[in-house]
């Protein structure tokens, strides 16, 4: 099964680059029936804060891209 990830950092709102990114690896899993898995990246502990990683869970549903698998959808792995 196909598995592709978004990693955003939760060190400011969602930017262009990365919604693409999350665009293309969310219709790649989708045409091939896999699972689009979220999965937020806090290894710049000195700049990361809860509202941005929840400003990117807000962003993200916004635009419509629901994942499989996130902080607060629980999956296999």
Known sequence: ??????????????????LRTALFNWYFAKK???????????????RSKKEYEDAILEEMKWVGLDYDEGIDKPGEY
């Open 32 to 46: 091939n029936n896999g699972k689009f898995i979220l999965r937020i990246e806090d290894t710049d502990m000195e």
């Open 1 to 18: 099964m196909i598995r592709v990830r978004f990693a955003p950092s939760p060190t400011g709102h969602l930017h262009v680059g990365g």
